[in-house]
């Protein structure tokens, strides 16, 4: 059975303390996991410098180059796979991250293509992140550029990482930090350690220095000492998670994106044309993105828009893991599906909420599939965004439709990682420009799901590890 150790500044370490991931539907073991606690991340955190002075030793440049070349051994190479000599190839990566996570085949490829996609073109998505800056400035610190001095330096010599199970592509939020020579502490998600670890083999097969890695499966007291110990941190997870490191600068929180479609009165009577933008918003990735659409905001139609969503939606059903048509992801944590499922459920016997899709659905929400757990899609009619039901996000494909008049939407919609606002109206754009609480914007009908890495949509890497100096020289 393979063996995946902990990586303490890239050396393999076999921990008397051990879990097993297994299969979400059979249950069968995969692998063997290391696992540590605190003290160990305490006691290696000591030594960072070493990690950060490997780095050092390279420029940007040739980083970007060494990305570039991961990103070629992470989608097609075969690496190793823990410390018994085990391999893996691609399609072992998709199986195993399949069977644990419950992410069909076609997705976890959609997601590899993803994380290729950033590792291969990072001098673009650095040049996005700087805003053009001549990356030589970071080797020396400083130097001119635009008619003006410059100089830049590090906020930390390490990136913490918490990870999460329930998407792949999120590795690549962590990416650029190798490039612009920082290591990074990963602890990674519980039923997905599989992602972090083939990018860090994949980094080391390309000839990035093993000791920029920490890989820590740990508890969490573990994962909190990360958080503490590494002068910059990202962390996902739950409103209930996150919440607690919202004001802390140093940690960059990824939690619930409540991300929205809002279509303009100009747009309105031509909603039939954009339904198809609204499904691949909503369901996406199986419904698991922070940037997947959990509303949609219309000032009228609501019914008539929530039923053809319905029509869409209602009918898909779990398919086995290798169905290049899969729409849906299982559940390898059968408590998050039935959470999810009470909770809507809870919300429905509220006035003003009607589940649309159950006529379409023609069965229960929650279904067993071949030894899975699957949360089929849900579209909710909700009267007014004072629902319960109206401003929720859920690991599947679920939105609410909720009819608010176009001056008011801007007022109700609160916080919002992704909007795609579907209007012509200049008057209405600016608004929307000048809202402060959009990460990103789409105008037009632009899926939600669509990003272009060099424009941060979950902050922006470069600032976070990297801060501006006033610099004079005499010398």
């Excluded at 003006?148 to 990482?161: C, H, N, R, V």
């Excluded at 083939?198 to 820590?216: M, S, T």
């Excluded at 940690?251 to 339904?275: C, F, M, T």
Aim: hydrophobic share 40%; aromatic share 8%; glycine share 8%.
């Amino acid at each position: 059975m393979p063996h995946i150790p902990v990586l303490r500044r890239g050396k393999a370490y076999d921990s008397l303390d051990k879990i097993n991931i297994t299969n979400h539907r059979t249950g069968e073991t995969l692998a063997q996991v290391s696992t540590v606690n605190a003290g160990i991340i305490r006691k290696d955190m000591q030594r960072i410098g070493e990690s950060r002075a490997a780095l050092k030793k390279f420029s940007v440049a040739q980083l970007i180059e060494i990305s570039a070349k991961t990103g070629e051994h992470f989608l097609n190479g075969t690496l190793p796979f823990g410390d018994k000599g085990h391999t893996q190839s691609p399609q072992e990566y998709i199986e195993t991250l399949s069977s644990t996570s419950g992410l069909p085949h076609v997705m976890v490829r959609r997601n590899m293509q993803k994380i290729h996609h950033a590792l291969t073109n990072l001098e673009t998505v650095l040049n996005g992140l700087t805003r053009g800056l001549d990356l030589s400035i970071l080797d020396s610190g400083f130097g001119e550029q635009f008619g003006t001095k410059l100089s830049f330096f590090p906020t930390t010599q390490a990136l913490g990482l918490v990870m999460p199970s329930n998407s792949p592509a999120v590795n690549s939020l962590w990416l650029p930090a190798i490039a612009l020579k920082i290591p990074v502490i990963i602890k990674p998600g519980k039923e997905e350690p599989w992602t972090p670890y083939r990018l860090i083999q994949a980094f080391i097969a390309a000839g990035c220095p093993a000791e920029a890695f920490g890989f820590y499966p740990t508890d969490h007291e573990g994962a909190g000492e990360i958080l503490k110990s590494c002068g910059r941190a990202l962390i996902f997870g739950d409103k209930n998670t996150t919440a607690q490191y919202a004001s802390n600068p140093a940690i960059q929180v990824h939690g619930p994106g409540w991300s929205k479609i809002l279509i303009g009165d100009d747009a309105i009577e031509n909603w039939r044309d954009y339904i198809d933008v609204m499904v691949s918003s909503i369901a996406d990735n199986g419904g698991r993105s922070c940037i997947n659409a959990s509303a949609i905001v219309v000032p009228k139609y609501a019914a008539e828009i929530a039923d053809a969503l319905a029509q869409k939606l209602g009918p898909i059903q779990p398919t086995n893991p290798d169905d290049e048509n899969a729409k849906l992801s299982g559940f390898a944590n059968l408590k998050m599906a039935e959470f999810i499922e009470a909770q809507i459920e809870d919300g429905l016997k509220a006035s003003g909420a009607t589940d649309v899709t159950a006529k379409y659905r023609n069965g229960p929400r929650k279904v067993e599939f071949n030894g899975g757990t699957y949360l089929r899609p849900t579209i909710v009619q909700c009267d007014s965004f004072a629902h319960p039901l109206a401003n929720k996000e859920f690991l599947c494909p679920y939105a609410s439709v909720v009819e608010v008049p176009q001056a008011e939407m801007l007022k109700q919609i609160g916080y919002s990682l992704a909007v795609t606002a579907i209007t012509r109206d200049k008057n209405f754009i600016e608004q929307l420009t000048e809202f402060p609480h959009i990460e990103r914007l789409n105008i037009g009908p632009i899926s939600t799901m669509k990003i272009s890495w060099d424009q941060p949509h979950e902050g922006n890497m470069f600032e976070f590890l990297y801060k501006r100096r006033s610099i004079e020289r005499a010398w």
